[in-house]
T-cell receptor, first 112, second 114 residues
Framework: EAQVTQNPRYLITVTGKKLTVTCSQN?????MSWYRQDPGLGLRQIYY???????DKGDVPEGYKVSRKEKRNFPLILESPSPNQTSLYFC???????????FGEGSRLTVL | KQEVTQIPAALSVPEGENLVLNCSFT??????LQWFRQDPGKGLTSLLL?????REQTSGRLNASLDKSSGRSTLYIAASQPGDSATYLC?????????????FGKGTTLSVSS
């Protein structure tokens, strides 16, 4: 089954404790991206990657890092999480032929 | 900067009604537009993808149309059911941003009562 898998789905952490949210897709898509969703603000892009070793900032990259060492994986790294990073995070990959975007189930992060 | 507006922001209807959700976007140079459904606290499920060369797409009770020149798309839901209750998001994908973000509207939250 074609899917985008994120882990963990739920996480509560404390300020300053580094964490990584993993994302993996099995559709051989070159393009992957991370979004955060907040009430009243909608979905905003954090980072995207057009291919292995190619990443770029989206609209709200501050406080986040990403890496793309393999085509299937695109982890989101919060080096020193802060409470304003409490949010619902989504990973997505895009079919290069149709442009269709596929989303993971989301990761709800709470930073205390 | 591109903007996407969805109207109405919220909609409550009784079961069985036919509905129209609207999406408007600045700058008509898109190469496709995607409609999504999101249940509370859940991920986004792709409903329909319309390429810029198409005028509409249909899937079951859903029909999406695209008028690129006027910067508008509509999602038509026929014979609504309580299970259709969710937030519906549209996301145009711009040509010169083909490698970057789709921009999402803030959605229309639909509630269908039985």
């Amino acid at each position: 089954e074609a899917q985008v898998t994120q882990n963990p789905r739920y996480l509560i952490t404390v300020t300053g404790k580094k964490l990584t949210v993993t994302c993996s897709q099995n559709m051989n898509h070159e393009y992957m991206s991370w979004y955060r969703q907040d009430p009243g603000l909608g979905l905003r892009q954090i980072y995207y990657s057009m291919n292995v070793e190619v990443t770029d900032k989206g609209d709200v990259p501050e406080g986040y890092k990403v890496s793309r060492k393999e085509k299937r994986n695109f982890p989101l790294i919060l080096e020193s999480p802060s409470p304003n990073q409490t949010s619902l995070y989504f990973c997505a990959s895009k079919d290069g032929y149709t442009g269709e975007l596929f989303f993971g189930e989301g990761s709800r992060l709470t930073v205390l | 900067k591109q903007e996407v507006t969805q109207i109405p922001a919220a909609l409550s209807v009784p079961e069985g009604e036919n509905l129209v959700l609207n999406c408007s976007f600045t700058d008509s140079a898109i190469y496709n537009l995607q409609w999504f459904r999101q249940d509370p606290g859940k991920g986004l499920t792709s409903l329909l993808l319309i390429q810029s060369s198409q005028r509409e797409q249909t899937s079951g009770r859903l029909n999406a149309s695209l008028d690129k020149s006027s910067g508008r798309s509509t999602l038509y839901i026929a014979a609504s059911q309580p299970g259709d209750s969710a937030t519906y998001l549209c996301a145009p994908n711009w040509i010169y941003q083909a490698g970057t973000a789709l921009i999402f509207g803030k959605g229309t939250t639909l509630s269908v009562s039985s």
